[in-house]
């Protein structure tokens, strides 16, 4: 179900413009934000204004995960370069640093038969993929807690709106259970509660006590 089917109107620029990096996709996002409004279903200004804060928190987690291990990526091409330099002239003759950069990045992109390839080539250097994994961890290891503290605020960003979503609702709901004990007063079991006086008159109580036979006399 499309997100313009279930809002109002005056959200629809809100929820379309997002921050984008490169490389990034639209459609994806699109995903994610109608999967979220299906989910939680908005009926109110502010919270749809929550919903939103919810998606963008959500996107920026994602993302930053994908920054954690585009960072270890990029810096084990460096940390390659750097063994790659200390290799002998015949290295560059049958093992071109450009061919395994490309299987380098093919392996990153989840190639398997790529990642098959570069293991067997680097072990004629003694060398692994964990080998460069650990060289690349130990050059951004800064970056990687940065990067954890940022996850951790757009953690907190989107749990705090669920909880003022929630929040908003019992707080809605207990209004309209506080006024439907107000319009309903304080009858109890159809019948008149404690404390309560009876509006009939003395007639009437007259006459619902007086004999049948008596009623003609």
Sequence with gaps: MSVAAIRPH???TLLRRPAFCVGEDFTEFERLRDDLVEEIKPVTCAEYLLVNDI??????LLRLHG?????LNAHMLAALKNHASRWSRDFHQNDPLTTLLRLLRDSAAGNAEARKKLEQRLKKYQLTLQDLATAAFEQNIEAQIQTDRLI??????????????????SSRNQSLIDATK???GPIIDGGIAPGEQRNDTAS???????PIGDAGR
């Design 10 to 12: 005056q959200f629809a």
């Design 55 to 60: 998606v963008v928190a959500q996107w920026e």
């Design 67 to 71: 920054f954690r291990a585009g960072m």
């Design 152 to 169: 951790n605020a757009a953690f907190q960003r989107r749990e705090a709106a669920f909880r003022e979503i929630e929040r908003r609702r």
């Design 182 to 184: 107000r319009i309903t």
């Design 204 to 210: 009437d109580r007259i006459t619902s006590v007086m």
